[in-house]
């Protein structure tokens, strides 16, 4: 079956530094795959070369089967969605919810917007209350759903999420993630999810592939992760870092 999204030996360098290495990954549709690693280790840059936002110098990268190259065009964005860690950074300060989530339609050439507009801030457990608020009348869990309910008014099959809950705090980074999983499943999405929270990431994900450097040094699966069935070093001390990384957090076995 065609993957979702495949990148092979893909490079991106910045004055000279190699900020993503040679990688290869590969995620099939309806997958939640995570890429963790320390800050610095070229995880958002890999996410925002998939995305079109960060120049590559070397490699392929092919979604639903379809190489990409240069700016993005209105095919890729019907596809692929990102939601970024700072929802206040991807929201108009001055434009209310509902011009936020008109605007994708109408330049996607989308009917009955009205409807979509209201099914999306239901989905996202909002509701029409919010529609015509603003984005500093809205908590951070808030504001974060709505980046959610304009990533999904496309229907996507792909979302790219580059940190999506890390600016939350603990609990309603947790509902948050719920709302994610729970709209995966719905909708069978693909899932390309950065954390450097390995908890977030054995509990949203499949498998992960492991950056250091820019490059991918382990691929595992969150299973392989939580029974600590590790081959590197530095994994290990991703492990041992990650604040609040809890065994049980992944799913039972079988
Ligand atoms: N636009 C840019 N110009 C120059 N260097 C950059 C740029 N974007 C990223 N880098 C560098 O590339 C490296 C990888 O950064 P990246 O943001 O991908 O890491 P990360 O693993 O996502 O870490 P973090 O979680 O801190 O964002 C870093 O050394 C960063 O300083």
Do not use: W
């Amino acid at each position: 079956m065609t993957a979702a999204v495949s990148v092979e030996n893909l490079s991106v360098l910045f004055d000279g530094f190699k900020a993503v290495d040679d990688v290869g990954v590969e995620i099939a549709a309806g997958e939640s795959f995570g890429l963790v690693g320390e800050s610095g280790s070229g995880k958002s840059t890999l996410l925002r070369a998939i995305a079109g936002l960060a120049p590559t110098s070397a490699g392929i990268i092919r979604v639903q089967g379809r190489a990409l190259e240069g700016a993005r065009d209105k095919t890729f964005y019907r596809a692929v969605q990102m939601v970024f860690q700072d929802p206040y950074g991807s929201l108009h300060p001055r434009q209310t919810i509902d011009r936020q989530l008109a605007e994708p339609l109408a330049v996607h050439g989308f009917g009955d917007s009205e409807r979509r507009i209201l099914t999306a801030l239901d989905e996202v457990g909002l509701g029409s209350g919010f529609r015509f608020r603003y984005p500093h009348q809205l908590s951070g869990g808030q504001r974060q759903r709505v980046a959610i309910a304009r990533a999904l008014i496309l229907e996507p099959s792909i979302l790219l999420l580059d940190e999506p809950t890390s600016a939350l705090d603990a609990s309603v980074q947790a509902e948050v993630l719920n709302l994610l999983e729970e709209v995966r499943q719905r909708r069978k999405l693909t899932f390309l999810l950065v954390s450097h929270d390995l908890g977030v990431v054995t509990h949203m994900c499949d498998r992960l592939a492991v950056m250091q450097g820019g490059r991918v040094v382990e691929r595992l699966t969150s299973a392989d992760l939580v029974a600590g069935r590790i081959a590197e070093n530095y994994t290990l001390n991703l492990m041992v870092a990650s604040k609040g990384f809890r065994r049980e957090a992944a799913p039972a076995p079988g």
